[in-house]
Nanobody, 125 residues
Framework: QLRLVESGGGLVQPGGSLRLSCAAPGFNLDLYNIGWFRQVPGPARVGVACIGSSGGATNYADSVKDRFTISRDSAKNTVYLQLNSLTSDDTFAYYC??????????????????WGQGTQVTVSS
């Protein structure tokens, strides 16, 4: 069973940056599409970025385009989400998710089979 472990969240001032990590000990994440989602009020999770398993094509929500960057480090078997120019509107719990496929990655939660436990990002002065 794939287990995803997120880290890197915390408290940051407006305009600041954070880098979130998503790791899966014992599994090759290069075989999986990886998505990052944030938990909005209520049960919904909104996709912000994803990276594909084949070729690593990326996709971003309009709200984070040009501010967030998703990337892979295959040597460390880790996927990162770099968050820049943060505002209070980015304050959420962030989750990484995975699905084993060669299809292009998407930003819809139902496209993913495995989820991490989440990491909190709080943007406040």
């Amino acid at each position: 069973q794939l287990r995803l472990v997120e880290s890197g969240g915390g408290l940051v001032q407006p305009g600041g940056s954070l880098r979130l990590s998503c790791a899966a000990p014992g599994f090759n994440l290069d075989l999986y599409n990886i998505g990052w989602f944030r938990q909005v009020p209520g049960p919904a999770r909104v996709g912000v970025a994803c990276i594909g398993s084949s070729g690593g094509a990326t996709n971003y929500a309009d709200s984070v385009k040009d501010r967030f960057t998703i990337s892979r480090d295959s040597a460390k078997n880790t996927v990162y989400l770099q968050l820049n120019s943060l505002t209070s509107d980015d304050t959420f719990a962030y989750y990484c998710a995975a699905t084993k496929t060669q299809r292009p990655c998407g930003l819809r939660p139902w496209e993913y089979d495995y989820w991490g436990q989440g990491t909190q990002v709080t943007v406040s002065s």
